[in-house]
């Protein structure tokens, strides 16, 4: 009997995630989060399913990774936050640790509902005065106006807002017209992480048109991205722009877009090496989070040529490995069974977010014997923290 009642009692609280989750979408979320990490196994088991339930598990989990980092500490929810603008304001950004200017708030009265976190109080805030509150140079956050028209999102300490939609139409023989769109919005944490992100890798988890339609791209490719902050910032800040793809004209709202933004730190360092070169194609291998695939090597006229593709998300950065200098070259040799190296006699290269192709030239500075180990050193693995965004109802025309 005691050990049906305990088994009773450690089912219980994970039966209960996912039906609270379903019940109360982003405030189960944050409820969870109040709980800290004693809601973590229940979080896991339901980020195990699909649906609903499973990317606002994973979000709370995204959230309970950082504060388990120390990188995300938690804000108190609001509480009689009622007075002038700027005394209200001021109060905000003070419990969040964050540094913020009064200047160019309105002179006027201003009242926060009660029980929101804080992105939910900024976003209220920003509403009721008409402004937006975005972070200076300097690191520190001030208003500016008025409030951007597009669709917003707010939660715990993540806000962010749709900012531009462009769109186009391709047209193929025999096919009904097809619709292109592009969604820029922005993405801000108000924290801090210790290191620097390496890089940020945009997920597009559900895209769902009036309809219900899946409007992510079905090819292979895809143009999701964020735009670099400076190399200092260490903000939880992203700017990114995604693309969708309708099957018609028919498509006028994104019923529902849910994001993930992977922000990823330096994890492993390490080297992919290929031998039996002459003449190879196609040699694939697999180290960490990359994927190395040796296109062709073999001599042509009087160099050792040399092609390489390389996909990892973010992986510029990681062949770059170099914190303060983003623009590092690929660490590449070309030896012989003695170790000796040959001499890079120039190249190409051709990158997008997760995927890299290069070429290399090399030719025997004559005292190297026969080509046979090519190597590439490069970032292998990342440690990534996930925040998770969702929009409703986005006009796209």
Not at 103 to 126: C, N, Q, Y
Not at 158 to 164: I, N, Q, S, Y
Not at 222 to 240: G, I, Q
Not at 347 to 359: Q, T
């Amino acid at each position: 009997m005691k050990l049906a009642w305990l088994w009773l009692l450690i089912l219980l609280p994970q039966e209960d995630a996912a039906a609270r989750l379903k019940r109360d979408g982003w405030r189960g979320v944050q409820s969870f989060l109040d709980q800290g990490e004693v809601s973590r196994a229940a979080l896991e088991k339901a980020a195990a399913g699909d649906g609903d339930v499973a990317f606002l598990a994973a979000a709370a989990l995204g959230e309970l990774d950082c504060r388990k980092a120390g990188e995300f500490a938690p804000v108190p929810r609001t509480r009689g936050l009622r007075g002038d603008a700027a005394t209200v304001v001021a109060g905000l950004f003070k419990a969040a640790g964050l540094e913020v200017s009064l200047e160019g708030l309105p002179e006027k009265s201003l009242s926060i509902p009660d029980d929101l976190t804080f992105a939910e109080a900024l976003d209220a805030a920003s509403r009721e005065l008409n402004v937006e509150f975005v972070q200076a140079e300097n690191g520190s956050w001030k208003a500016e106006g008025p409030l951007g028209k597009g669709a917003r999102f707010a939660s715990g300490r993540v806000r962010a807002c749709v900012v531009e939609i462009n769109q186009g139409t391709t047209w193929s023989p025999g096919l009904a017209p097809r619709c292109i769109f592009w969604i820029k919005a922005r993405l801000d944490g108000f924290g801090r992480f210790r290191q620097m992100p390496m890089f940020g890798d945009l997920r597009v988890v559900e895209a769902l048109d009036e309809f219900g339609r899946d409007l992510r791209p079905k090819r292979g490719w895809n143009e999701d991205y964020l735009e670099r902050e400076t190399p200092k910032s260490k903000d939880r800040r992203a700017t990114f722009t995604l693309s969708l793809h309708a099957p018609d004209l028919k498509s006028t709202t994104l019923a529902r877009l849910r994001l993930a933004v992977d922000f990823a730190f330096r994890k492993k360092d390490d080297v992919i090496t290929f031998d039996k070169l002459d003449g190879a194609r196609n040699v694939t291998k697999k180290v960490g989070d990359v994927e190395a695939t040796l296109l062709r090597s073999g001599r042509d006229d009087d160099v050792y040529r040399v092609e390489v593709q390389l996909r990892a998300p973010g992986i510029e950065a990681r062949i770059a490995k170099d914190d303060e200098d983003r623009g590092g070259d690929l660490i590449a040799h070309l030896l012989d069974a003695a170790g000796k190296g040959w001499e890079e006699g120039g190249g190409s290269s051709g990158s997008s977010s997760r995927e890299y192709d290069f070429k290399r030239d090399y030719r025997n500075p004559g005292n190297v014997g026969p080509p046979a180990t090519f190597s590439v050193s490069l970032i292998t693995e990342v440690e990534t923290r996930s925040v998770f965004l969702e929009f409703r109802d986005v006009p796209l025309r």
